[in-house]
């Protein structure tokens, strides 16, 4: 999968363990799917999931991950990918803009994204195939690319990686869940709470990972909105942002505007069981978040010890790129509240988890 910030990856077993002490679950709700992980594992636990996230190129990997099966999509995919891996590179806009007027890629790889993204368009493909060579591509573009895991700058110096060919892979499709088909969406949090998939029927969990800062998902990974839309935008800055990253804006990356956000979606949210990712680092506290879930029922309060973002790894930099400073701690805490009937229960189910145990802190519930 993608290098992507605020990504649960390794909260996976975690919020898998929490899912399934949850009574009587066979379907998920995740509202800002992002990488779409946390969909692809419940999915794979056998539950129904809808995916949404407001960025295209989240809902195209949600729609690789979630919605489409591998019984559908998965031999003729392996059998696209290998034809398009022995296609040569043709530069074009992909490459203009992000390996000659930036340098996020090598053009020897930009050109080989140009071709095939070219060639996908071409095929004119059912959208769930589709969305699993786009995602091929993403995530071979994403193993060649030149950056600290966010588009926001390109390194002054290639990464090693940068060097290595573009190589497309077939992502890691699973077959159709028994609870339900997955469904992908690519609506604001506040339309998917209305979405008739999800108001009509019987949702037991939602999951909730929303931006808890100023950055907007879509500037730190504008090329992939790029390469899913292949709508070659207008861009702007050293960056090479798409000029829609000026327009396009969440509630949740606004300092006055999130809390409201989250209390309303909260509010709306027509699932029996609720879980919260945090993080004590955003515009929310976790007094308020914790008093706006009491209001839909118990509230258990996990907390993770989760490593932030590798960009804090490689310290403080000048603008000639030589180290100044340090960030001031590589850690920060991760809580997850999970609303439910009975907290009690749940936190006696969860203790004899090896991945969830840790989190119980003493003072938890
Ligand atoms: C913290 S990330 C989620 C990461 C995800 N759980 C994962 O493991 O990959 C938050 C996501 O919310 C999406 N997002 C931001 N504002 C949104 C909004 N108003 N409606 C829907 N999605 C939104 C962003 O595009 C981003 O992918």
């Known amino acids: 999968m993608i290098k992507y910030l605020g990504s649960k990856r390794t909260l996976l077993p975690g919020l898998a363990a929490i899912f399934l002490a949850l009574p009587e679950v066979r379907s998920v709700l995740d509202v800002f799917s992002g990488t779409a992980r946390v969909g692809h594992m419940a999915k794979g636990l056998g539950l129904r999931v809808i995916a949404n996230d407001h960025n295209a190129y989240s809902a195209t990997l949600a729609r690789c991950y979630v919605e489409s099966d591998a019984e559908a999509v998965a031999v003729e995919a392996a059998r696209l990918i290998a034809e398009l891996n022995g296609l040569p590179g043709r530069a074009g806009y992909f490459t203009a803009t992000f390996c000659e007027r930036s340098r996020y890629f090598q053009p020897k790889n930009g050109a080989r994204v140009d071709a095939i ?43 090693p990686r940068a060097h290595k060919e573009l190589s497309l892979r077939l992502p890691a499709v699973l077959p159709r869940a028994v609870a339900g088909p997955g469904l992908a969406l690519q609506l604001d949090a506040a339309a998917a709470v209305a979405h008739p998939a999800v108001t009509g029927g019987g949702l ?11 950055h907007k998902y879509l500037g730190n990974y504008h090329i992939w909105e790029t390469l899913v839309r292949w709508d070659a935008p207008e861009v702007y800055g050293v960056a090479c942002k798409r000029v829609d990253c000026r327009s ?10 999130a809390a409201p956000a989250l209390r309303a979606l909260i509010e709306a949210m027509p699932a029996r069981h609720l879980v919260v990712s945090f993080s004590d680092e955003g515009f929310i506290t976790a007094e308020e978040l914790a008093s706006m879930l009491a209001t839909r029922g118990e509230v258990l309060t ?13 310290g403080i930099h000048n603008p000639r790129g030589e180290k100044v400073g340090t960030v001031s701690h590589l850690r920060n805490r991760e809580r997850i509240f999970v609303v439910t009937e009975d907290a009690g229960r749940l936190r006696r189910a969860l203790a004899a988890s090896p991945a969830v145990a840790p989190w119980l802190a003493d003072r938890a519930v």
Not at 134 to 149: C, I, K, P, Y
Not at 248 to 257: F, H, I, K
Not at 302 to 314: M, T
């Open 117 to 159: 993204r070219d060639q996908i368009a071409a095929w004119a493909l059912p959208p769930p195939l589709e969305s699993v060579l786009l995602v091929s591509l993403m995530e071979a573009a994403d193993r060649v690319d030149s950056t600290t895991g966010v588009q926001m700058a390109f390194l002054k110096q290639w990464a």
């Open 302 to 314: 996990l907390e993770v010890d989760f490593k932030r973002y590798v960009g804090a790894k490689i």
């Open 204 to 214: 037991d969990v939602a999951y909730l990972d929303p931006p808890y800062n100023q």
């Open 248 to 257: 396009r804006a969440s509630a949740y990356n606004g300092r006055s505007a």
